[in-house]
């Protein structure tokens, strides 16, 4: 593109099926930078 | 919706519910601000999505109808959905009537253009063009009203060029996306949980008097205690018996200052180490300490057993004295700068925090945290004071312009050590673009009064610790278990969309919707919002993705 230059290629709508496991720990680390327990295992 | 900012020379453009970030230039910057801001457009787009993409135009009518069900009559919406999103001339007008947001005037032009209520309630009434439109960005009526709007200050083509890219990210899920979660996150919010995680308050009493300190020098609205080993071994129990299939626990030992009941600390962690393998559980345990005993046997048995330690620090010598004093009023900043710099490289700079505190009296922060880099730390948090207005350190609403000042002076200083190869972590920019979490963490909070409480030392069980000491949260105890379900229920709907100011915020996805804790002390209500400290977040928001921004420049 000659205008837009994207940073970020993951989306929020594709964690809606695949994700809500329930295994992240608490935050307060922030919910922005929080790892995701099942992609972690992955 | 699409969050626009410029900061430090980059043009930001955050696609809010997909959470994509583009930087763009000033033609697609300013063609997305016209999108953004200008109703007046609404008719020719939706018009010309209706000649141009009948398909699109059907969807977005059917349910477009749908969800204005409340606004447009019973009888009307059926016939926009059985009809392919078609309202009569005269039943277009009874929509506009209906939601009371077109005027007059609007109405009849809306209906005529784009002939369908469903798109007349939502582009009109929302003031957005394009928000929930199937509309192409790249069509002849967009591109002609865009051009229209800026009047030649940019080459005809250049604002063409710009439209089909905003198009093919639109198409792509990535501009312009629509909130969806709604639903997705009230289900959610009806699953059984789990405690995760414990925040053991294993002294109310402590060695310092710092000034801010919520839990009045450790004491929490009440009296000076210690917890016993069997209150604590009663609190693991607990979180071992209520925490189901979960294998990965976390236990924060908290005070007040965990260190003056440092024997009962170690016991527990023995006691809960010997039943890890019994029950398949793993602890995870964490520490929050001033500094002021730490000693090479602390340091020792933390660095073998402790996940992450905080270390407690404001910065600058006549900062972090001027709030963080003895009880008699002596520095303590000599005390603990050593030990902490010895406890970071024996943890190799990694799995720790130097966590300070900034205040009315240090609005110039920037300098609190870049001494902490300088000192060596490469973990930093430096955070807002939260505490009543009425207190001479609080933080005003007339401060805030400094403050944003000084988290655009610390990012662009963040950005220029990580080039030249010194950089530091600061927690509050610290954003995950390609990971994170899903969107049902994103949006449903932080886990406080469902999975994750605090215990006093004599076994009570509340939300967190910053509820502590106020009865009406009290929500059981260890032995007996939590009894209050009706603060559990509350809890566990506790998230944005019970929020109506973080409906229509950008940093919803990166905040949860703030802190219940801060929002109860300053509403009255979990479910309201401190507004200095949505300030303070969507500025960091925006400073962090600058700072994504910058180092993606090279």
Known sequence: ?42 | MVHLFKNNGYNIALDVCSSAVHVVDDVVYDVLEVLNDLPGLCSAAAGTAGADHPASAEASCTSGCAENAGKCSAAEAPDCAESTGKCSAAEAPDCAESTGKCSAVEAPDCAENAGDCGTLADSCGSGSIVQGVQTRLDSEAVVSQVQAVLNGKYAGEEIRTACEECEELRAAGMLYTEDAYRPAIEEFAQRQTVVKALCIHIAHDCNLACRYCFAEEGEYHGRRAMMSAEVGKQALDFLVANSGNRRNLEVDFFGGEPTLNWPVVKELVEYGRSIEEAHNKNFRFTLTTNGVLLNDEIMEFCNREMGNVVLSIDGRPETNNRMRPFRGGQSSYGLIVPKFQKFAELRHQNNYYVRGTFTHYNLDFAADVLHLADLGFKQISVEPVVAPPEMDYAIREEDLPVIMEQYDILAQEIIRREKEGRGFNFFHFMIDLEGGPCVYKRLSGCGSGTEYLAVTPWGDLYPCHQFVGIDEFCMGNVTEGVKREDLVLKFKHCNVYAKPECASCFSRFFCSGGCAANAHHFTGDINGNYEIGCAMQKKRVECALMIKAALADG
């Open chain 1, 1 to 42: 593109m000659k205008h837009i230059k994207t940073l970020n290629t993951k989306s929020l709508q594709s964690t809606v099926k695949k994700g809500g496991c329930g295994e992240c720990q608490t935050s307060c680390c922030t919910v922005g930078n929080q790892v995701c327990e099942q992609e972690k295992k992955n």
